[in-house]
């Protein structure tokens, strides 16, 4: 997952200016290889003459891979350069990594705003060479700041197949003189500019930077999986899974741990009252807890998993002929704070793997086999989660019980009787009071039972169950419909998948937002 940087500027950038230009550009792109070391960068650039040549230029020279999106055909573009900044563009141009033409239109105008729409949505960080001022033409410096920082849609109705823009974020502006305005007294310095996304909001910088540290984050749990980049984003899907996999059994473990050593230091508590025991156990599980906290599993593993479900629906729409459709799109478009990162990891995904190809997929059966491999996925965590709830309850009434069978044992039989219980298992002789066995046992059946009953709300099992099966039950009614569609009726099979597809992310978007009110805690209300 590459860290996107957004190029736009002026295009009447002075020669003696380009230097500097280059070098705070270069700057820049040496900061961010720093704050995120385990992304590697890519620059988007529209490749025009001016801001957009030098930065792919500075790009290259560092070894960044550039991306170019073109507003349209080489031929039509190059009519807009000089015979200079012609030879220039095709110095660059077959040493990208990818060249894509954006909005081939008749309208040259539009064309440019397209580009400029483009780069104001795929990109994490926008460099913008500009003045500060308001342009004088629409698809300008100025536009794509305002896209970017306000997420303003351009005067054109859906100029390249993008009819919204989502996500706001920063624009790190380069004071850049040019022609109409030589003269800046801030000239080549950087400006970070980051959106309010309410009045007076002032943790923008703060929940931006997090969302690209945990994309960070990202990249390298997906370097554990494979130091090679994923080829497809089928390879990608699947690294992401092992990835939340491996996570969520550190989870697992980390949370049995606590939920074990609390029931031991209340057992201690209840059958000693050796207090130094049982601070000396529950300071064992505080620094278990803060080493599962600050390694921040549990919410790495909820958020790939819900980056892999994500990209298998991506994978069902572009199997139909859905190419166009953007996952990220449907999921938790509402949300602009932490989560804000997984829609800007979908959406890069989309740009490496989906964009190359537009809709030139050709169409398969993987939106059926999707289907089914949900509904078997389903139905078994449907049976899992309802046998692991029923087998908790069950143990819990078992402990219960035979406490309460030892009470009534201890005091009207055990009592009348002497009043001592003697043992002598494996050779080791016990010796308990009528009274102990009284109090001990009913107190430790009680503490099982609420350590039970707080894993069993932590893990979610009932709650789980019933989602499963909700959605077993809309999957195995796709399967009943799409079987009833003929092969060539596509279009109806497409709305079916769309539809099946915008459901299954909202609903792993509430599955999302319910884990994180429920957070790994040391001590429960």
């Not at 077959?94 to 081939?104: E, F, G, H, L």
Request: aromatic share 10%; proline share 4%; glycine share 6%.
């Amino acid at each position: 997952m590459p860290l996107v940087v957004g190029v736009t500027g002026h295009r009447d950038i002075l020669p003696g200016d380009e230097g500097s230009l280059k070098s705070a550009f270069g700057a820049l792109l040496r900061k961010l290889k720093i704050a995120y070391p385990h992304s590697e960068l890519a620059v988007l650039s529209g490749l025009a003459a001016g801001a957009d040549i030098l930065a792919a230029e500075e790009a290259l020279a560092q070894g960044i891979p550039v991306i170019g999106c073109l507003p349209m055909d080489v031929e039509r573009y190059e009519q807009d350069f000089s015979p200079e900044e012609t030879a220039r563009f095709r110095a660059v141009l077959p040493r990208c990594a990818r060249v894509q033409v954006v909005a081939d239109e008749e309208d040259r105008r539009r064309s440019y705003v397209a580009v400029g729409f483009y780069i104001a949505h795929y990109s994490h960080i926008v460099a913008a060479f500009w003045d500060g001022l308001e342009g004088k033409g629409a698809g300008g410096t100025a536009d794509v700041v305002r896209m970017r920082l306000e997420g303003l849609v351009p005067e054109f109705e859906d100029p390249c197949g993008v009819p919204y823009l989502p996500d706001i974020g920063p624009v790190y502006r380069i004071a850049t003189p040019h022609r109409s305005q030589p003269q800046l007294l801030d000239a080549y310095t950087i400006d970070e500019r980051f959106p309010e996304r309410f009045a007076g909001d002032r943790f923008a910088t703060r929940d931006f930077d997090a969302a690209l540290r945990r994309l960070d984050v990202y990249n390298a749990d997906l370097a554990k999986e494979s130091r090679e980049p994923a080829a497809t984003l089928q390879e990608l899907m699947d690294r992401t899974d092992g990835a939340a996999n491996r996570l969520q059994r550190h989870t697992l473990r980390y949370v049995q741990f606590l939920y074990v050593v609390g029931f031991v230091a209340a057992a201690m508590q209840i059958g000693t009252g050796n207090w130094s025991l049982k601070l000396g156990v529950l300071a064992l599980a505080f620094v278990v807890y803060l080493l599962a906290r600050r390694n921040d599993y549990e919410n790495r593993y909820q958020d790939y998993r819900a980056i892999a479900e994500g990209l298998r629906v991506q994978l069902a729409w572009d199997s139909i002929g859905l190419n166009a459709e953007r996952v990220e799109a449907s999921y938790l478009r509402m949300q602009q704070s932490e989560l804000q990162w997984i829609r800007i990891a979908l959406r890069t995904a989309y740009l490496v793997y989906c964009e190359p190809n537009g809709t030139a997929n050709a169409p398969s059966n993987e939106f059926r086999l999707w289907i089914e491999g949900q509904c078997d996925y389903y139905q078994k965590a449907a049976r899992r989660e309802e046998k692991a709830r029923r087998a908790i309850a069950t143990t819990s009434t078992t402990f219960v019980v035979l406490a309460l069978l030892t009470t009534f044992y201890a005091f009207f039989i055990l009592k009348p009787a002497g009043g001592t219980l003697a043992l002598t298992p494996f050779g080791v002789h016990l010796q308990a009071s009528w009274q102990f066995l009284v109090q001990v046992p009913l107190a430790l059946a009680g503490a099982l039972s609420l350590f039970l009953s707080r894993y069993a709300e932590k893990r979610s099992f009932g709650p789980n169950a019933k989602r499963y099966d909700r959605m077993f039950l809309v999957f195995d009614k796709a399967r009943s419909r799409l079987s009833a569609i003929d092969k060539d009726g596509s279009a109806n099979a497409k709305t079916l998948v769309r539809e099946l597809g915008q459901e299954a992310l909202i609903e792993h978007g509430e599955w999302l937002l319910a884990r994180r009110d429920r957070p790994l805690s040391f001590v429960h209300n």
